[in-house]
């Protein structure tokens, strides 16, 4: 009980301690406001340019998610070192050093993309055999004659499928724990008619505890 208690009022005293602070000293432990909260306003804006390209990242895909953080690298680096050359002092030659390399490694991945060098690809992925509907995973049941079949369910806003298939699918010892199994895929990414059918007929409710474990679909009758 006690305990409990002084819990609470360390918690309460560690949250209201710093505003009588604030009200009594304010003038002396703030800083002063000045030009150089205009470079702080700046420095906050290019912070919150980073949760869009963070949110479009999920849908774009890598390649151009690595783009989006490249231009906001470049373009955050060189107001920083433009920012830079203000200062006189000695050690700020080596910031602007430092500013200077981290903006042209940014550039790197705008490279390929501005003289059209192909990105390198990932390790080799998994083939799976897409399917759309109920009656080709039938078809593709029927057809895998007793051997063991997997079946991926995929869609582009489903964070979890992207790290199976850029982590775990292009792992060598998953791929060679596959060997011989009969691997499905199925993009529901639209939620249509027919997405809405199979997943009725697979018993999913949602994707996402779908595609954080690998199912196998048991061919016993040539039938989900």
Not at 173 to 187: E, H
Request: charge should be positive.
């Amino acid at each position: 009980m006690w305990l409990g208690g002084g819990t609470l009022y360390l918690y309460a005293l560690g949250m209201g301690l710093p505003l009588i602070l604030v009200t009594v000293f304010g003038n002396r432990l703030l800083p002063k406001s000045g030009p150089w909260m205009e470079t702080v306003k700046t420095a906050f804006g290019f912070v919150i340019l980073a949760l869009p390209v963070f949110l479009l990242e999920r849908i774009v895909g890598d390649v151009w998610g690595m783009r989006l953080w490249a231009m906001l690298g470049v373009a955050f680096f060189s107001w920083a070192f433009i920012v830079s050359l203000g200062a006189k002092s000695a050690w700020m030659r080596l910031v602007q050093i430092v500013l200077l390399a981290a903006a042209l490694v940014s550039v790197r991945p705008l490279q390929d993309w501005a003289f059209g060098t192909p990105v390198a690809q990932n390790q080799a992925h998994l083939n799976f055999i897409q399917i759309k509907n109920v009656d080709d995973l039938n078809q593709a049941l029927a057809q895998a004659r007793g051997k063991p079949v997997m079946l991926d369910l995929y869609a582009d806003w489903c964070v979890a499928c992207k790290e199976f298939e850029k982590y775990t699918f292009s792992d060598p010892q998953v791929q060679g724990a596959l060997n011989g199994t009969v691997l499905l895929q199925a993009n529901v990414t639209a939620n249509n008619a027919q997405d809405k059918a199979l997943l009725k007929q697979l018993n999913v409710l949602g994707l996402r505890p779908f595609c954080s474990s690998i199912n196998r679909v048991k061919n016993s009758q040539g039938s989900v």
